[in-house]
């Protein structure tokens, strides 16, 4: 209930701040509070109750009261003060256009690894957005170093019960990860989780594995002391580095080779197996990637415990041939093709094996389908880059013209597309490509589930993106998603 809406056109500073940090609203939901309180995009909140706001975590925290006293400035600069009663529990039901009121927090490191400063040239500005802000890891699972974050950081983290956290822990080695980082901040890496862990939050880690830098015994001792920290450490992330061919850092860095991946793979099977045999758990997974280089199975299902760092890549193949498994059990029947069906379907070169032997299942069901695997080089980043989600426009449109014969369909990896549009990371839309190919239909594929529809049910099969998010590239950059509260 609206109790009454005061104009302001001299709006004291806050006693709380000395500045407003606005969350300025991008989207209201029909039918929510915001409607009822005629607020609309552009609409700027700059305190709750007296309270200024840094981010949707104090604004949550501030709505949490059932009598609002809410300052808000419009486009044209006016401010009101508007007072109202709510439910205890009652949303605002609004997107605002950043989830950080006062910005995100930049990395302040200079990694050996990092993948931002390896990022091709004119692409869009927010793929070269060097995030390090522990909120979006409590928020959306980005990594963290911690290297920014000092004690009123792990004061707010206990004040508001910010956990779990995702940090990168890249070595427990103090001098190295320095090194590693270059950063001096980053030897004290022990220190900042004993105040995490002080602060009462969990965390899940993360390991970017160099071949010849942090493998072997760093990674031995890294996987010992991490393992030594539950309850509070949750897992443990072991993923293989990736190089660009737009790398300019002189610092040498060398990729797996499939004997390397395999030593890689047995030293931490022996963790797993001690653990496993401790807590009925796994704790310690690696990526994908590694199992692909040394050409062994990815685990099954149950080895990933519920797969808690999905987002970061670790179990997609396994999850991915899950649902595909979930949808062949329950889809039912489905109508014969009358006509022959070709479908071309674009992947990256590294999990073209496991599309190839599903496609291979879909046609033993369907005799009239024809499915070629296009396993696309990555001329943009580098053929060294081989993940789906890292694919272009460009690659794609040029790799399937060069081909010949019959073609139905196109099925592309909806991870090469920007989260919630239909645009790929050069900057192309899928309507565009779309018009290259006139006489074939052209669909996103997402979960397992998705492909087995489209190979099995291709005349009824339309991808509806609503409400999704893509399990794109993880790093500290690209902070593109809208944000719901």
Request: aromatic content about 10%.
């Amino acid at each position: 209930m609206i109790l009454c809406i005061t104009p302001l056109f001299v709006v004291q500073e806050s006693k709380n701040m000395s500045k407003y940090y606005p969350g300025i609203i991008l989207r209201v939901y029909p039918g929510s509070l915001a409607e009822e309180l005629e607020l609309v995009p552009g609409d700027k909140i700059l305190e709750i109750n007296g309270q200024g706001l840094h981010d949707i975590i104090d604004l949550s925290f501030a709505m949490a009261d059932e009598e609002i006293d809410m300052l808000v400035e419009h486009a044209d600069g006016e401010q009101e003060m508007i007072s109202f009663e709510k439910e205890i529990d009652e949303e605002l039901g609004v997107e605002f256009e950043s989830a950080v009121f006062d910005g995100i927090r930049n990395c302040a490191n200079h990694c050996y690894f990092c993948f931002v400063d390896m990022i091709a040239p004119n692409m869009r500005q927010s793929l070269s957005i060097k995030d390090d802000d522990y909120r979006l890891s409590f928020l959306y699972g980005n990594f963290v170093t911690m290297t920014n974050m000092g004690p009123n950081d792990f004061r707010r983290i206990k004040q508001f019960h910010l956990s779990p956290l995702f940090v990168s822990v890249q070595c427990m080695n103090p001098e190295l990860r320095a090194q590693m980082l270059r950063c001096p901040g980053a030897a004290k890496i022990a220190e900042q989780l004993d105040n995490l862990e002080a602060a009462g939050a969990d965390y899940h880690t993360q390991v970017v594995l160099c071949a010849g830098l942090n493998d072997g015994a760093e990674l031995e001792r890294t996987i010992r002391e991490v393992v030594a920290r539950r309850p509070h450490a949750l897992s443990l992330a072991i993923v293989p580095v990736g190089i660009t061919k737009y790398r300019t850092d002189p610092f040498p860095l060398h990729q797996f080779d499939a004997e390397g991946a395999a030593r890689v793979i047995d030293e931490v099977e022996k963790w797993q197996k001690k653990i496993q045999e401790e807590e009925g758990r796994t704790f310690i997974y690696l990526g994908d990637e590694f199992y692909f280089l040394a050409g062994r199975p990815v685990p099954p299902t149950s080895f990933y415990d519920g797969f808690p760092q999905l987002d970061n890549g670790i179990g997609l193949t396994r999850n991915f041939i899950n649902d595909w498994e979930k949808e062949s059990a329950t889809h039912g029947e489905t109508a014969p093709y009358e006509a022959p069906v070709y479908l071309d379907v674009v992947t990256g070169t590294a999990v073209a094996p496991v599309m190839q032997e599903l496609a291979e299942k879909a046609e033993a069901e369907q005799p009239n389908l024809h499915v070629r695997i296009v396993p696309v080089e990555n001329k943009h980043f580098g053929t060294t880059v081989n993940v789906s989600g890292l694919l272009t426009a460009h690659d794609i449109i040029e790799q399937l013209k060069a081909l010949s014969g019959p073609r139905s369909g196109i099925l592309i990896p909806e991870p090469a597309l920007r989260s919630g549009e239909d645009i790929f990371l050069d900057d192309v839309s899928l309507t565009a490509m779309r018009e290259e190919f006139p006489a074939s239909r052209i669909e996103p594929v997402q979960t397992g589930g998705d492909y087995y529809c489209a190979l099995l049910d291709w005349p009824h099969y339309a991808k509806r993106r609503a409400g999704e998010t893509s399990y794109m590239w993880q790093s500290n950059a690209g902070y593109t998603k809208n944000i719901q509260y």
